[in-house]
């Protein structure tokens, strides 16, 4: 070490339980030397030559937050898109408009129709929200706009593409297709409904050149970036590594993440349903050949199963008694049959599996398979991971502890749509008790919170994240839902620090600050420890800190529902 840099802070909160917390902090060469005081570290600083930087004196500094499921430059690719969303968007070009209900999105897709000097030009449009909104589109609302120009809806929660008949028909897909995915009326006939990744990729074939446009990669990292300096993200993992090219989306990552200045370290984990279709026998060999490439900044990691549909869009698996309306939601592109055989080849590799389970049959099926797992290859420390864990029971729990297994859960529902849901969708006990928090935190699971920022309607901020599992307030302000699942603040800040960074097998590297570990740090304008629980929302975020490198923002911005 040639040099330290000492920063001093109103208090510092550590999230290592033995030295929790200290007033400053010593760093050099992006790393971490010594947290204590400016007395404690005296041992050091007599033999090293070091600043001192007071910048922080009236601020609380904290590990860097840790949103471990993102889509940052996928949910790049829709923002050059027309939006047709339920909430304010907010793309580089500026705000976007919501519409409040499907008649007023009806009404913007006419517009758009009429507004066409290209009949022959599919209209292309994303962020439709059917819980939000009123209800699915189909096809022969579509058609009622327009049977001669192509219509294209994309939802936000990319789960779900609505077409109309000219762009049914640009998809190849007829009324002899059986492939998995392809939506039908009650009689059989296609309703223009794409479900799930494979058929949502069938229906973006036709529009690729529009919605995977030259250089929108890169320009989403940039931009998302700055809504994690916003947040005090300094780590998040992109779980959909693989969904238009591994090639293509490395080599932005690459092109952007070792920047010096770009202020966010991003783990990939590939998708294995694509990782399976393009290489076969062969990927675990590419992973691991990928895996060579990483640096302290990118790097890859595990492999992640999709298995059920979306919460938002209405498409996930739930046993009895099912869905108000009759609806039986959708699978993964993977059999579940297949499920064992599929992910076994990862696990006897030592990889890290994660598992999307929205709805409590497809949780019941991944803790089926993660028993059968250890029975034919017995493992340790495994860190098996539920993804999202959206809707369960206390039986599932307990049997994901007993199983040794970690949960990443999107607390986020709970505020924003456990009532749309408690009338549309799920009906009122399952929408109450969305994230069951309390229940893993009494098991004993380790857990985190994650946004999946930003393909569902809620914001990447971690402290609102908190708030949420801490108060579990619905949209009303009002509305307590499921009061005995809500946790302590010192567990839920855990759970976007210490303990987000064991999910991501990534604990000896960040989560805390312990000498040793980088130097990443979430700059607070007040103390999520003193404060009110109910204000955690509102502590104001000044920045972040990357290997020991400040990067604050201008002003404080207060948090939105999408950053």
Known sequence: MERITVYTAQRIYTMDPGRPVASAIAISEGRIVSVGSLESMQPWLRRLPHDIDDRFKDDILMPGFIDPHTHLRMSGTYMGLHYVGPITSHAPSGPQAPLASRDAVLV???ELVEATNDPERPIITWGYDPGMQGGHLDRDMLDAISDTVPIWVLAYAPHIVYTNTPMLERTGVTEDTTAHGIGRYPDGRLNGWFIETSAVGTATRPVIKDVYRPGFGQEALLHQAKVAVQNGVTTVADMG???ESFEREWDDHMAVVNQPDFPLRILMTPFEARLNGKYGDDALDYLKSMASQGTDKLSV????FI?????PSMTLRLNFPGYLDGEVGLTGE?????????MLPYWQAGMHIHSHANGDETVDMTLDTLAELQVRHPRFDHRFTVEHYCISTVAQGKRLAALGGLASVNPYFVHYRSLIHADSGFGPDRSEATARLGTLA?????FALHSDFNLVVGPMAPLVAAWIAVNRIALDEATVMAPG???????????VTIDAAYVLNRDHEIGSLEVGKLADLAVLGGDPFAVDPMALRDIPVKGTVIAGRPHMIPRVIPHTING
């Open 442 to 446: 009494e098991a004993g699971v380790t």
């Open 485 to 495: 699942e809500r946790i302590s603040v010192e567990r839920a800040l855990r759970a």
């Open 334 to 342: 993977t059999p579940w049959a297949e499920m064992v055989a599929r």
């Open 307 to 311: 298995n059920d549909g979306s919460y």
């Open 301 to 304: 990691h595990g492999v992640k």
């Open 241 to 243: 590594w693989g969904f």
């Open 108 to 110: 913007r897709l006419k």
